[in-house]
């Protein structure tokens, strides 16, 4: 059983930043991928970023490509996902995502290939 927690979220202003962290506890040592994924209200959740265990793979939606950026510190079992030049259509409920075992160069995009969800963290984005 792995156990994540996000946090980190936090209303900040147009063009603003925040950094997300996801701290997993538990079994960890079989976690491979870890991604990011965010919900607004009314709207299906859908992928952000995810990172490999090595951290040599990750991968972004577009419409965050070049603002966000994620990356693991392996020794703290922590994601992070750094969040600049934020705006209003960044306002959701973010969430992490852990991959039980797998490649440890595989950062998945698909929700459905993630094992264990954190909570969630709200980030409200003002314009």
């Known amino acids: 059983q792995v156990r994540l927690v996000e946090s980190g979220g936090g209303l900040v202003e147009a063009g603003g930043s925040l950094r997300l962290s996801c701290a997993a506890s538990?079994?960890?040592?079989?976690?491979?991928?870890m991604g990011w994924f965010r919900q607004a209200p009314e709207k299906e959740r859908e992928f952000v970023a995810a990172?490999?265990?090595?951290?040599?793979?990750?991968g972004y939606a577009d419409s965050v490509k070049g603002r966000f950026t994620t990356s693991r510190d392996n020794a703290k079992n922590t994601v992070y996902l750094q969040m600049n030049s934020l705006n209003p259509e960044d306002t959701a409920v973010y969430y992490c995502?852990?991959?039980?075992?797998?490649?440890?160069?595989?950062?998945?995009?698909?929700?459905?290939?993630?094992?264990?969800w954190g909570q969630g963290t709200q980030v409200t984005v003002s314009s």
């Open positions: 995502a852990a991959k039980w075992s797998g490649s440890e160069y595989y950062a998945p995009r698909n929700q459905y290939q993630y094992d264990y």
């Open positions: 990172i490999s265990w090595s951290g040599s793979s990750t």
């Open positions: 538990g079994r960890t040592s079989s976690v491979s991928g």
